[in-house]
């Protein structure tokens, strides 16, 4: 937030930015006031190469199942490379990827498209069809990125499988998308470790519910052994070598489903994210040009894994809709060390740095004891822009960022959004935008971004309230797969009069008008970027049946991981203490990292006899997190049924 404390910091001076000063700002922003409908086809005119151009923009009259461009037809791999190899790009590399040991590939954009129509060609063999789901659980890879856009060419809606999600979560995803096929990998390499994926694939399959599957696609990424299905396994490098290098693009309608992304709601099951394919794709290219001015020059590198919405939106759709040459990276931050970043800044000449604040402030810790693997021990002098995502930051990392990673000239956009929303919603531009640490500063030119209070009525700036986006926008979330009830109740809540409800709280500083968000005012949790829904780990706690009675999961504040997760467990048996608490805590991570995945361990585990709850029954959640946080509760439990269990749940394990 500003105040006269936190001066506004002046926006670069970029001469030919895409939108330069605040005055082009401002006019974007009146143009989408005055006519919408027609700010957003003039956008989706000029940034995508349509089949048969749309006559409409936004229809209104299934509300809020939005239709964006409907009648028009693309397909989204022939915006991504078709296009530019066309008009003479195909030599401009496209992919530059870098292994986990160091070693590099690049790809120029005929190559990635040779490569991507192979691929489609094979996923036709096998008798994928246009809207068919493939389940996509691969390592960072090019073969990760051709596999989407693979997908994206005959019409296949993707759903891509973060790498770290376990079987249980996997095999839920893919019975949940109905997925005819799953492409992965033998293995993944990172920090120089070999890790299973097949393998997983095939317990995966094995818990059942995965009829639908009818061939598995192998990457071979490390040779390992790995066990073979001949009824339904394949190598993914035998399907493609005999196929041909081009494949005619589906030409599919502008809502045509190109993704759906299971992400983490406030109740146990995760929800599929459904995205159309021209509204994503337009928002998706539009803010990577304008959110990170890209140039065409420009070296982009995102370090988000396609396993989440970042690595969708900023990794294989929108550098790739702009025709960009981008990063691909395989491995871990810290390995060999904790230079790895700002060595391969160094060594690609990335202009355009794009990561997460937890990613920032762990590496803040190793730099400052380690001078061999501080970002002034590198050449960083190729950056101009460089971008946060996933979490707020906190000021003291924005300030170490940008001095240290920026040298003190390169800005920050600290880009909010969701999986929901396919783009940047409220972020600054980097030739426009003056910077706040810590605060996402002002909506993109067209998204209708609000604060209200609990009835939707707007709030004035300086006063806390529920963060809303008032008007539909391209990018928005479609439904929830197979599930449109619950996309209403979650997103559209009659009492907030048709806006979109984010879930997450936010303030507007009273003078400048900039956004802070403070946080989920949901039971969504924000562990080092990545979203985990509370009830989701309490339901795997508590399916430890032969262990757990009762549990109670909730955040609490971690310098690094921005929030961890803190478990209250109550056991079937005897509340335990010191060496055997410490075991069976251990225990039960291990659980949860077995139902959905090692990103879900919780990091405190306490065991009481009981779980804090009033009169009538409920869990008081508010005084578990101000447990967790190590407060002090004794005043305010008035209402509390059972005061001794605070002591018990107070001691970490
Ligand atoms: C939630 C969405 C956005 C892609 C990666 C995460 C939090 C995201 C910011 C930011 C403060 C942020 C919000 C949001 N969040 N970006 N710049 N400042 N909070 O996508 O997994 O769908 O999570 O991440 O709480 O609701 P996601």
């Known amino acids: 937030m500003n105040d006269a404390k936190t001066p506004l910091i002046a926006a670069a001076d970029i001469e030919n930015a895409h939108v330069r000063g605040m005055s082009a700002y401002d006019q974007r922003v009146a143009e989408a006031d005055a006519d919408y409908d027609a700010y957003w086809c003039e956008r989706a005119r000029e940034l995508l190469s349509w089949r048969t151009p749309f006559t409409r923009g936004l229809d209104e009259s299934q509300a809020p199942f939005f239709k964006w461009f409907e009648d028009g037809t693309l397909n989204v791999s022939y915006n991504c490379l078709d296009r530019h190899v066309e008009k003479g790009l195909g030599d401009k590399t496209a992919l530059i990827f870098e292994a986990d040991d160091g070693q590099v590939t690049r790809v120029n954009y005929r190559e990635l498209l040779a490569r991507t129509c192979r691929l489609a060609n094979a996923l036709k063999a096998r008798g994928v069809h246009k809207g068919d789901r493939v389940v996509i659980y691969m390592s960072m890879s090019i073969e ?18 973060f790498g770290g999600f376990s079987a249980q979560s996997l095999r839920d995803r893919i019975q949940d998308a109905g997925a005819v096929m799953v492409i992965t990998a033998d293995e993944q390499l990172r920090g120089g470790k070999q890790l299973p994926l097949k393998a997983i694939v095939d317990d995966a399959i094995a818990l059942g519910g995965c009829e639908s599957v009818a061939n598995v696609l192998v990457y071979q990424r490390t040779g390992a052994a790995i066990h073979w299905d001949s009824t339904r396994d394949r190598w993914l490098h035998a399907e493609t070598q005999n196929q041909p290098d081009s494949c005619e693009p589906e030409w599919v309608g502008a ?25 994503y794709l337009l928002h998706a290219a539009l803010t990577t040009q304008w959110t990170f001015d890209l140039q065409p020059d420009d070296v982009f590198w995102c370090t988000a894994d396609i396993g989440w919405v970042t690595g969708h939106s900023y990794i294989t759709y929108g550098p790739l809709a702009l025709g960009a040459t981008e990063i691909i990276f395989e491995g871990v931050p810290t390995f060999p060390d904790a230079g790895r970043f700002w060595k391969m800044i160094e060594d690609h000449r990335v202009s355009i740095f794009y990561t997460a604040p937890t990613a920032i402030r762990s590496l803040i810790k190793s730099a400052e004891s380690n001078e061999s693997v501080h970002p002034r021990s590198y050449d960083l002098s190729s950056l101009r822009i460089l971008g946060s995502v996933g979490e707020p930051i906190n000021p003291a990392a924005w300030e170490w960022y940008h001095q240290h990673v920026g040298g003190g000239r390169c800005p920050i956009v600290d880009t909010f959004w969701q999986t929901e929303t396919g783009g940047h919603m409220i972020t600054p531009l980097p030739g426009a935008t003056p910077l706040v640490p810590g605060s996402c500063t002002l909506a993109f030119p067209g998204i209708a971004a609000a604060i209200v209070d609990e009835t939707g009525a707007d709030l004035p700036n300086g006063q806390g309230g529920i963060l809303v986006i008032k008007k539909p926008w391209p990018s928005m979330i479609r439904t929830i797969w197979g599930d449109p009830e619950r996309f209403k109740a979650s997103y559209f809540p009659a009492e907030l009069k048709g806006y979109y ?14 956004f802070t968000i403070t946080g989920r005012i949901d039971d969504v949790l924000n562990v080092s970027g990545h979203r985990m829904g509370t009830m989701e780990i309490e339901s795997a706690l508590v399916s430890c049946t032969e262990l757990v009675a009762e549990a109670a999961v909730v955040g609490r504040p971690d310098e690094t991981t921005g929030e961890a997760i803190c478990a209250f467990v109550v056991l079937k048996g005897p509340r335990p203490s010191g060496e055997e608490a410490r075991q069976i805590a251990n225990t039960l991570r291990n659980w949860v990292a077995k139902e959905i995945g090692p990103i879900a361990k919780p990091k405190d585990i306490r065991f009481g006899d009981n779980l804090p709850k009033t009169r009538s029954g409920k869990i008081m959640r508010r005084l578990l997190r101000s447990v967790a946080k190590g407060e002090d509760v004794t005043q305010d439990i008035s209402t509390l049924e059972n005061p001794a269990v605070l002591a018990q749940l107070a001691q970490s394990n």
């Open 144 to 161: 990760g990125v051709v596999a989407m856009q693979a997908c994206a060419r005959i019409g296949a809606t993707h759903s891509v499988v």
């Open 501 to 514: 409800l984010a879930g997450d709280g936010a303030i507007r500083d009273a003078q400048t008008g900039y």
């Open 255 to 279: 809502e045509h489903p190109l993704f759906v992304l299971y992400t983490s709601g406030s109740t146990g099951k995760p929800k599929g994210v459904q995205h159309s394919s021209g509204g």
